[in-house]
């Protein structure tokens, strides 16, 4: 028994060790490249089958008329933390996690215009299961220059937070990002691509409320963008995977607007306020700028008030020949419409990265810097970052490490952040 179970692992490992290097390729595909088949066969051959698989997609269901189907996938994301803290009143940090354990469900119904999305992160279930259920929509294609999304998805602001999680250089995004992002929320979005993709835009319509939860104050939120890119069209995928033969370059902007409420409970002494709102990040105390606000009391908490919001970004990216660049540039404000109090937050960030060994691996290097309310002196933080990237088969199964120091001037203190994933997406 122990030697078949040795005979075993040695195979996998050999499996492992030399069939990463092979890209998967269907039968059709072999023949087509070797010219045994004509393209009209190659695509009579390619035609849908009712039970099919495909790497990063997952087991695709389609019917035997092709006007349903059903993708079933999903992604699992294992990470080692270690946080190291200089300020003796901050408690050292040092565990596993399950990052994010996903179902993802996709497909079209009735006609290929007509798509729909849902994603169930079970890691969220044991943190916050308001937030497991994350995009589910229903989208429309009139033409690539108009498409209609309707239903919950991200909001599309901040390069960073539109790239999926499975497509980024670092293990996570930058603090800065994860501070001024808006996160998930319901509404209606029109999307197109012009001139095949030069030129994207979106303009949104929300609840405002953030993620599965409805809002409560009169007001919406609204959210544009407008990308442009001047080379050709460019991806939403940071790092230069897949080798570009020829530069891409991408300039982008968003705006979003929205009224929040900020509830008070207790008196006296003791009163704390909140913002209510699931939103994901730019309101959560101890990460969003609005959030920890709020939560330390810079708008006071006399009586509940709503606090309108603006919030820009803008950003850039390009790549070639393995070789990578983004960044962005944030700006919020916030303003009580009762207490006239104002606050203002800036944050940016840039990276770089290179595949050492093309499509294998790569090295990356990363700054940020971020002053989370203007009105107050020595609060900015500051953070530099170096990771490096091992892919075996693409985004779908790679393995990633960063380590980083961040700096609070405040109290001048510097924090060692160390962390490790290895990344499944089938």
């Known amino acids: ?166 497509a980024q250089q670092f293990v996570d995004g930058s603090f800065v990002r994860n501070a001024f992002m808006q996160g998930y929320d319901t509404g209606i979005n029109l999307h197109g691509d012009l001139w095949q993709g030069v030129v994207k835009y979106d303009a949104g319509l929300f609840g405002g409320a953030g993620q599965n939860t409805k809002n409560k104050t009169n007001d919406n939120a609204y959210n544009f963008r407008l990308a442009f890119n001047p080379l050709g069209d460019m991806k939403y995928g940071e790092g230069d995977l897949e080798h570009s033969a020829k530069p891409l370059v991408s300039l982008g902007s968003s705006y979003y607007l929205s009224t929040l409420k900020k509830t008070v409970s207790g008196t006296g002494s003791t009163a704390t306020s909140a913002i209510d709102n699931n939103n994901s990040n730019f309101v959560t105390d101890g990460n969003g700028w609005l959030g920890t606000a709020v939560k330390g009391k810079y708008f006071g908490t006399a009586a509940a008030e709503n606090i309108s919001v603006d919030s820009w970004e803008a950003d850039f990216a390009c790549k070639w020949l393995g070789a990578s660049m983004q960044g962005e540039y944030f700006w919020g404000k916030a303003q009580g419409e009762a207490s006239g109090k104002e606050l203002i937050a800036k944050g940016a960030y840039v990276q770089a990265g290179y595949f050492v060994i093309p499509k294998r691996l790569e090295l990356a290097l990363r700054y940020a810097w971020m002053d989370p309310n203007r009105q107050l002196a020595n609060d900015a933080v500051s953070e530099i970052q170096g990771g490096v990237n091992y892919f075996l088969y693409g985004n779908n199964l790679k393995i990633q490490g960063d380590v980083g120091n961040r700096h609070t001037y405040k109290n001048k203190s510097d924090d060692l952040v160390a962390r490790a994933q290895v990344q499944l997406l089938f």
Request: charged share 25%; hydrophobic share 40%.
């Open 1 to 166: 028994m122990r030697q078949h179970t040795a005979v075993a692992m040695a195979g996998f490992l050999a499996v492992m060790a030399v069939g990463h290097d092979v890209q998967a390729k269907s039968l059709e595909d072999i023949l087509k490249e070797k010219g045994v088949i004509t393209e009209a066969e190659y695509k009579e051959a390619s035609k849908a089958k009712p039970l099919d698989y495909k790497l990063g997609k997952g087991f695709v269901f389609t019917s035997p008329d092709q006007k349903f189907q059903l993708q079933l996938g999903g992604q699992i994301q294992a990470q080692y933390e270690l946080d190291n803290y200089e300020a003796a009143s901050k408690q050292d940090v040092s565990q596993f996690n399950l990052r994010r354990v996903k179902t993802l469900l996709s497909g079209y119904a009735f006609t290929k215009d007509l798509t729909y999305k849902a994603t169930y992160n079970w890691a969220n279930v044991v943190k916050d299961n308001t937030k497991a259920m994350e995009e589910v929509n229903l989208k429309y294609r009139v033409a690539d220059e108009l498409q209609v999304m309707l239903g919950q998805e991200k909001i599309q602001y901040s390069r960073q937070w539109i790239t999926s999680n499975t």
